[in-house]
């Protein structure tokens, strides 16, 4: 079993920057891929990035292409999101999640409970 708590989320202005941060703990020897998705109440979630062990591997939506970056210190069994130039559109409730090796990373096998990140314009 592990567990995954998200930091750092809070209010922004439009073109400013966060880290979010998401310790895992448990078994997290298990652990393969972290990644980010986000949603916005109403809406289905959606995936923002992902990242793999080795961090030899990223994969980023479109829509956060070229502004965020996810990075990963296995060390400390933690993934981070850094947000800049951000948008109102990037508003939502932000979601880290982890998978096993031979788990797809559209089914992510633990989520945390989500920080809020608000962008105002």
């Known amino acids: 079993q592990v567990q995954l708590v998200e930091s750092g989320g809070g209010l922004v202005q439009a073109g400013g920057s966060l880290r979010l941060s998401c310790a895992a703990s448990?078994?997290?020897?298990?652990?393969?891929?972290m990644g980010w998705s986000r949603q916005v109440p109403g809406k289905e979630r959606e995936f923002v990035a992902v990242?793999?062990?080795?961090?030899?591997?990223?994969t980023y939506a479109d829509s956060v292409k070229g502004r965020f970056t996810i990075s990963r210190d296995n060390a400390k069994n933690t993934v981070y999101l850094q947000m800049n130039s951000l948008k109102p559109d990037d508003t939502a409730v932000y979601y880290c999640?982890?998978?096993?090796?031979?788990?797809?990373?559209?089914?992510?096998?633990?989520w945390g409970q989500g920080t809020q990140v608000t962008v105002s314009s």
């Open positions: 448990g078994r997290t020897l298990s652990i393969y891929f």
């Open positions: 990242i793999n062990y080795s961090s030899t591997s990223t």
């Open positions: 999640n982890a998978g096993h090796l031979m788990s797809p990373a559209s089914t992510p096998d633990y």
